[in-house]
């Protein structure tokens, strides 16, 4: 079998994380506020509208973007005061972060700035369910992430292979850390690669496929950057591939279990997700495509005694259709799986009623999927768009 | 009192005493606590009476003494113009006598029986005679003890005795002791009556002490002394047969005819002599055999077609002629039947709307004064309609109080009154509750009537109240009295929903103005980080922002600009 192998591209954009950009978006913002109040005008904010009625999908690009429709925040307006206030107190609260150089996840931002108010019985935040979406209002209002204000998302995911990274003062390679790998954290923003020795990153929906491979020895022997999501991608992961392509040129390869939800934590790394529409430049990545697992996979692996049913009822029967079949079919309509490949895929499961997850291969052998399934696939170009 | 000689002259006088002395629940004294309040209301309604034919401002203090189980002493004392010494029998001892019975005139009491009744009513449950200390503001005060001889229906002084009056005190004190009674704090008993009484009475100072020894005052709310009622003619559209009968007997008109123009109202010489022909008409038509035609006449007199009536009979004249001499002879030879024709034809007749000048509201303002003084609320309105007429013939008035909020507790009452006084019993059957249950009060603003502050008090005024029993506390259901109490409340009403709406609007407008203001000091302390200016100047701008807005919104009276966040 002939041997494709797959090369590095040529970067595309260059990292360009700039606190003084966040700083200089907060002084705007507050200034006009106080030159309207001052003026005895009604101050606000706008913030582009959050929802599937703000998003569409630009074709050019392959990317889910946010449209330009906003809403505005009014200070003397019963239904928006509490929320201006609450904007107010989280900006003042990143300004502090980003010129003291400190990062403080999203829980320690929503405890750092909920208070009573003097005089009420009224609390700045009750929930954390209300200062995360203030947070994001700012990103969307700023066209800034999140990392870059210096709030952070948990962590989850980490990556393992022959990459050196470099993390404030340290300094080391990803594949000299144990079996483990390297946690990915919530920001990569201030990430180096100053040494990148693999020839593409593989993108693995779950941690116990990853450790399999590391086991193997699949990034060693097929010099590739195992990239473990655990499950939906995390922001930083999701940033973190973004950068590896576009700054490294590596290209992306993602490998999830063979049923709607790994598609769709597929469908949410190369073209971005509804929520984060606006982020999705610095997030997405159109190029990565889809190794497996695919519902041709059963038939030509042997693997129809491993498969497991849809949950849910299927669009022919009564109450139908529900559960995977209902997704199923709503993904058919995603507007960057209109391809004969895809929708071939997608039809088959429907028909068939199947899932396959990644570790079914372990019926094979354990090593068939390092040794056989996936360098077949990848070097043979197999894979879809 | 010659009038009412010449009237008990129709009545066995020895049975008069005695058949309420056998029905005193026919006065008002059934149960133990209506009884008292019966009794109190017949003293305070005297000295409220008193008190304004002679123009005095009343002053009016109730005492009840508890004397032992269901025995008490009922003091009432008044500042009325006392009763001169010749007449204390007479107001106390007789029943049927007094200076408004049987005449065609507004009045709280029940035709002179009131105060002998009660004096009768303690004499029959104690034994006791009722003590009477009056002054006329003379030399003298004379006590009396005064009882009713029932067989001969007359009052009996037992004990008398003089004293010089050395004050110059003028007014009246009657003590009545009674038995199988019963204070109690009900909305049927002695307070509650006051309290009703003191509303509609504001020019007067009303006076309860209780017999644990709680003094508790009502006091004047309003300088203007009402106007004493005057008699008014009846109606020809209101009287009956019997009316007519025995006016005719008592009249010093030497004529029908002039009997006619001068004991009733809206008949004129010339309405006599429409009168004569109606009634030869009706003689007429009496006459005809064929059920069917005699119909058509009816419907053409009722029309007022009497002279084409009257042309269609053969030789009408004649009996025109007998019909006038009737009116040409002394009223004291009208015969029963003539006084039926006489009715008949006036039921086919038009005459004005009978004179209203005899009927005495309470008036807006005074209905004001009265529910504000003893009630305190935070809101009250009311409403007095111009007078209207039922049966045709019976002149009537609707009032209307609304009191809202302020001390008022939660829970709607219905204070109903007659000619100014508490009816408290059988408000079921009453048109006035029919009527204020009828009303949607919803439209005005009240979501649950029943929870809210809400006091309605209605007053039918009248010449003759068509009360539903012999208790006299519930009016009947008459469709124009229902209708004009409905229209009475209804207009009341729409000024208490404006008053509803504006308190509403500028409540919110306050909650609005405290939302906003709440989080000035923490945007001032987010926008002092951010721009770093002063944290105290970046809070003068918001509150100048905010006063300034929600005084251009009070001018205008409009909401303050509500955008939704995703418009």
Redesign the interface.
């Known amino acids: 079998m002939p041997k494709v192998k797959i090369h590095r591209e040529k970067p595309k954009e260059k990292f360009s994380y700039d606190p003084k950009k966040v700083l200089k978006m907060?002084?705007e913002h507050?200034?006009r506020?106080?030159e309207d109040?001052?003026q005895?005008k009604?101050p606000h904010f706008d913030i582009p509208?959050r929802g599937l009625s703000n998003v569409y999908f630009d074709e050019k690009s392959r990317l889910i973007r946010m449209g330009d429709k906003l809403?505005?925040?009014?200070?003397?307006?019963?239904?928006?005061?509490?929320?201006?206030?609450q904007t107010?107190?989280i900006?003042?609260y990143v300004?502090?972060l980003v010129s003291e150089g400190k990062h403080a996840s999203l829980r320690e931002a929503y405890y750092a700035n909920k208070h009573t108010?003097?005089?009420?019985r009224?609390n700045?935040f009750e929930d954390q369910s209300e200062s995360d979406p203030i947070i994001e209002d700012l990103e969307r209002m700023f066209g800034v992430l999140r990392e870059e204000m210096h709030i952070t998302a948990d962590r989850r995911g980490y990556i393992y292979g022959d990459i050196v990274i470099r993390d404030g003062e340290d300094e080391f390679n990803a594949s000299k850390l144990g079996s483990g790998g390297w946690a990915v954290p919530g920001t990569v923003e201030h990430i180096q690669f100053p040494e990148i020795n693999v020839d593409y990153a593989l993108v693995v929906e779950t941690a116990a496929m990853a450790d399999r491979l590391i086991e193997e020895k699949y990034p060693k022997k097929e010099n590739a950057l195992i990239i473990a999501t655990q499950g939906q991608a995390s922001r930083g992961v999701r940033r973190l591939i973004h950068r590896l392509h576009y700054e490294e040129g590596l290209p992306i390869i993602v490998f999830t279990d063979g049923d709607p939800y790994g598609w769709y934590i597929y469908s949410t790394i190369k073209q971005g997700s509804i929520n984060l529409a606006y982020l999705s430049d610095k997030l997405a990545t159109p190029e990565a495509k889809f190794v497996g697992m695919t519902m041709d996979d059963i038939k030509r692996y042997g693997l129809e005694n491993v498969t497991e049913k849809l949950k849910g009822i299927p669009p022919n029967k009564k109450g139908g259709p529900t559960g995977d079949y209902k997704r199923i079919l709503e993904e058919m309509n995603y507007p960057w799986f209109q391809n004969k490949e895809w929708q071939r895929q997608l039809q088959l499961a429907l028909k068939w009623g199947v899932r396959i997850e990644q570790q079914a291969l372990a019926n094979k052998s354990l090593e068939f999927v390092a040794k056989e399934y996936l360098p077949e696939k990848i070097n043979n170009g197999d894979l879809l768009p | 009192m010659a009038e009412a000689n010449q009237l008990f002259r129709e009545f066995k006088i020895q049975s008069v005493s005695e058949f309420f002395r056998r029905n005193a629940a026919m006065l008002g004294y059934t149960g133990k606590v209506r009884s008292l309040t019966t009794l109190v209301h017949e003293a305070v309604t005297n000295s409220l009476d008193a008190c304004e034919e002679a123009g005095i401002p009343p002053y009016v203090r109730v005492e009840i003494e508890e004397l032992g189980d269901e025995h008490y002493k009922v003091v009432v004392e008044d500042n009325g113009p006392g009763i001169p010494e010749k007449y204390i029998t007479h107001v106390f001892g007789k029943m049927l006598a007094g200076t408004k019975a049987h005449r065609n005139i507004q009045s709280r009491g029940q035709q002179g029986i009131g105060i002998s009744g009660a004096v009768m009513f303690a004499q029959i449950t104690s034994g006791k005679a009722t003590r009477v200390i009056t002054s006329t503001g003379g030399d003298e005060i004379i006590e009396a003890w005064v009882k009713i001889d029932v067989d001969k229906n007359e009052g009996k002084i037992v004990k008398k005795e003089k004293h010089p009056n050395l004050k110059g005190w003028r007014g009246t004190r009657i003590e009545l002791e009674v038995k199988n009674v019963k204070y109690m704090r009900s909305k049927q008993g002695v307070y509650w009556y006051l309290k009703l009484t003191a509303i509609a009475n504001p020019h007067a100072h009303i006076e309860l002490i209780e017999p644990d020894g709680k003094l508790i005052v009502f006091p004047r709310s309003s300088d203007y002394i009402p106007e004493p009622p005057v008699e008014m003619k009846p109606h020809p559209k209101g009287v009956m047969t019997d009316d007519v009968y025995r006016l005719a007997k008592k009249t010093r008109k030497n004529t029908v005819r002039r009997f006619l123009i001068g004991e009733f109202s809206r008949i004129s010489d010339k309405k006599v002599d429409e009168l004569i022909e109606y009634i030869a008409a009706l003689r007429l038509i009496k006459t005809v055999k064929d059920k069917k035609l005699q119909e058509q006449y009816y419907q053409r007199l009722m029309e007022g077609d009497v002279k084409s009536v009257l042309r269609a009979f053969k030789g009408y004249t004649k009996v025109v002629k007998q019909v006038a001499k009737l009116m040409e002879k002394p009223p004291e030879k009208l015969t029963w039947h003539e006084a039926e024709e006489i009715v008949e034809a006036f039921k086919y007749m038009k005459f004005l709307a009978p004179p209203t000048h005899g009927l005495r509201p309470i008036g807006e303002e005074n209905i004001e004064k009265g529910l504000k003084g003893i009630l305190k609320p935070e809101f009250v309105t009311a409403v007095t309609r111009p007078p209207k007429v039922y049966s045709g013939g019976i002149p009537f008035q609707v009032e209307v109080g609304i009191a809202y909020g302020g001390e008022i507790p939660a829970g709607f009452d219905l204070y109903r009154y007659a000619n100014r006084v508490p009816l408290l019993f059988d408000a079921g059957s009453c048109v006035t509750t029919q009527a204020a249950r009828s009303i949607d009060w919803k439209r005005y603003k009240i979501d649950d009537l029943d929870r809210a502050p809400l006091v309605l008090m209605i007053n039918v005024v009248s010449v003759h109240v068509p009360y539903t029993g012999t208790g006299k506390q519930s009016i009947a259901s008459v469709d124009e009295i229902y209708n004009e109490i409905r229209l009475a409340i209804m207009d009341a009403a729409r000024r208490l929903q404006t008053y509803l709406s504006g308190k509403h609007r500028r409540l919110a407008q306050v909650k609005?103005r405290k939302?906003?203001e709440?989080?000035v000091?923490?945007?001032a302390?987010?926008?002092s980080?951010?721009?770093g200016?002063p944290e105290e100047k970046?809070r003068e701008?918001?509150i100048r922002?905010?006063e300034?807005?929600f005084t251009a919104v009070e001018a205008e009276d409009v909401p303050?600009?509500?955008?939704?966040?995703?418009?």
């Open positions: 907060l002084d507050a200034r506020i106080l109040i001052k005895g009604n509208t809403s505005r925040r009014y200070f003397l307006n019963v239904a928006h005061a509490r929320k201006f206030m107010l107190l900006m003042a300004k502090r108010i003097p005089g009420t009224e700045t | 609005r939302t906003f709440k989080y000091p923490e945007i302390r987010a926008l980080i951010l721009t200016e970046i701008y918001f922002f905010i300034s807005r303050v600009e509500e955008v939704a966040e995703n418009a």
